[in-house]
């Protein structure tokens, strides 16, 4: 009978007792603790089914290697080799294998889309007070400071010099100047002072009353000059630049600045006549200014000063008037001073009648289907009109095709598109009906 392994201890030291060779220890020692032929039904039952699994796995094949080296016992092999046949008997997932992502090939996504990036918008432009110093520059030496010399007669009878002041602009090369006829109405001597300070004897072309513009010439050829163009067409809230003699100040001239502040206004003049069709400025206009250039911020003319409502104040109980200034457009100053050049003096077409607007308050207290025209006051006998049938309480409501909406309206006809000896067709609402009449126009009287 074989000897078995034993331990000898000897103090705190262990000896192995040996009972044969090693080699036939070895022997009995694996002989002993392995069964061999179980081991080998073992090894048989899991090779089978091993083999009756229809999809082998990569644990099943360790799994008969480590048996041996690791030394189990019959308790734990079967454990090693059932865990992974139940997971293999789990049936696949089908989002594993057969259904791709549906972001990955279907919808491609919105920014890989070429698009084309929107244009910044420009930047907006700086806001740029105006150069006023340049433009006065440019200008100045076309201006004139005007005086002229009238005599009068005291209240004793004896005779006097009297001075007025005012401002002209010339407009041409050769010398002629634009001013007010209030200026130098009934003046027997005028003198101009230019912008060097040098000073001529003007001469007067002719003058007219309605439209308050004078002509003058002045002696000499002049590099600067701001011609006259009828196709000025201002806005409302248009920057304009007055220039002018000032109350007669001395040391040149007065510069102020200002905005258009309305268009066709009417006022009356300065012989009680009516102005028609104004240019309305805040630009400030003091006594000596009248006839002087209101220019553009490009150095244009664009009109002619020639009037300021001021007064109120004071304890008056009437409201202080202020910044209301007026210049005659250059419509009329073109027209103007044609004839004036011409002819020494304007010939306005003329009805013989007195005017006054249709308002529709009026129209509406009368009980009358109309809302607008020109009612006739008054008719001159012997006039035109007088001749024509026009009577009083008649209403304008068209001539020559064209509607009558208020004075103006007539007015501008009769300066622009009229003229004396026209025969127009007159369209006239009287007595609940229209009627339509024959007017030839007559030439209007000079005071």
Known sequence: MSRDIGWVTAGNQRHVRWGDSTRHRAVRFFGKIFPWP?????LALMVGVACSNSTPTAEVEPATTAAPTEAPTPA??????????????????????NVPPPTATAVPEPTAMPTKAPAEPPPAPMLQLPNVADTVERVRGAVLSIVAESIVQDRFGNRRSNFGSGTGVIFSRDGLAL????VIEGATNIIVTMDDGSQLEAEL??????ADLAVLRIPGTFETFLPLKQDVKLRVGEWVIAIGNA????????????????????????GGSPLYDLIQTDTVINPGNSGGPLISLEGN???????????????????????????????????????LINDGRVKWAWMGVFLADLIPEMAAELGLPIREGVVIQDVLQGGPSDRAGIRPGDIILSMDGNKIATVTDLTRL???????????????????????LV?????????
């Open 38 to 42: 179980s081991l080998a039904v073992l």
């Open 76 to 97: 734990t092999a079967p454990e090693v080799v059932a865990e992974p046949v139940s997971e293999e008997a789990k049936p696949p997932l089908p989002t594993a294998t």
């Open 179 to 182: 001013t007010n006829n209030h």
């Open 205 to 210: 072309l002719g003058a007219d009353a309605l």
């Open 247 to 270: 109350l007669a100040l001395p040391g040149g001239p007065t510069v102020t600045v200002g905005v258009v502040s309305a268009l066709g206004r009417t006022i009356g003049g300065s």
């Open 301 to 339: 003319l664009v009109g002619i000063n020639t009037a300021v409502l001021r007064g109120g104040g004071g304890g008056s109980g009437r409201p202080t008037i202020e910044g209301i200034g007026f210049a005659i457009n250059m419509e009329t100053a073109v027209l103007v001073s044609d004839q």
């Open 414 to 436: 009769l300066r622009t598109k009229f003229f004396v000896g026209l025969e127009i067709e007159v369209e006239l609402f009287r007595e609940g009906s229209t009627e339509t």
């Open 439 to 447: 007017l030839a126009l007559g030439e209007r009287p000079r005071r």
